[in-house]
């Protein structure tokens, strides 16, 4: 139970909040080096998982539809405390955008984080020419799935 996959879809990107973020933290798009950075929070907010750069970079860094400014971290000073990244499925239609890979650090949730760096990939993806943005979560996520609500997501 809770390990199913969940679709959840977002059918309008008019109206989006702007990203707010705590004192203390900033927003930055993803630079040559930053793979590490994605990896080891990849490593920490989802400990099952078995990325590595060399995964990062056939996954996604060297697929034609991977935009640097697209890839979201929340730093803290030197500390990577957050991250989320815009895709699109179908590089030839940007019709559709996906947020994907959302994950803030234990000691640094409940501090609108979640919302902001989902909120700057939503920005990004209008940006590309999006209209409608879907992800996938699973039913044991329920902080995530209250986020993607708050933010206008509704189950597919
Ligand atoms: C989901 C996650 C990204 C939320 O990050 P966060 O920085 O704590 O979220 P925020 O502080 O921005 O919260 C924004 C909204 O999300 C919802 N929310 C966040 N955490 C919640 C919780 N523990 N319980 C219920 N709702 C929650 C609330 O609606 C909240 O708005 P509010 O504070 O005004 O009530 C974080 O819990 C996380 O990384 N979880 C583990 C990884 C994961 O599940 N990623 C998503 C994969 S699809």
Redesign the pocket.
């Known amino acids: 139970m809770g390990e199913e996959n969940v679709v959840m879809m977002k059918d309008s990107l008019e109206d989006l909040e702007e990203v707010q973020l705590p004192e203390g933290y900033k927003l930055k798009t993803f630079s040559p080096g930053d793979e590490e950075k994605w990896v080891e929070l990849m490593r920490n ?2 400990p099952e998982s078995d990325w590595t750069v060399e995964k990062f970079k056939e996954a996604f860094a060297s697929q034609p539809q991977f935009d640097p400014q697209g890839l979201f971290f929340i730093i803290k000073g030197e500390e990577y405390v ?1 991250t989320a990244l815009g895709w699109f499925d179908d590089v030839n239609n940007k019709e559709m955008g996906r947020v994907h ?6 000691e ?11 909120l700057a990939v939503l920005h990004y993806l209008r940006s590309q020419g999006s209209w409608k943005v879907i ?4 039913e044991y ?4 799935i ?5 933010l206008g997501f509704k189950r597919a």
């Open positions: 907010i989802f957050a890979w959302v994950g803030v650090k234990e640094h949730r409940g501090k609108g984080l979640g919302k902001a760096v989902v992800l996938d979560t699973q996520r329920k902080p995530a209250r986020l993607y609500e708050t």
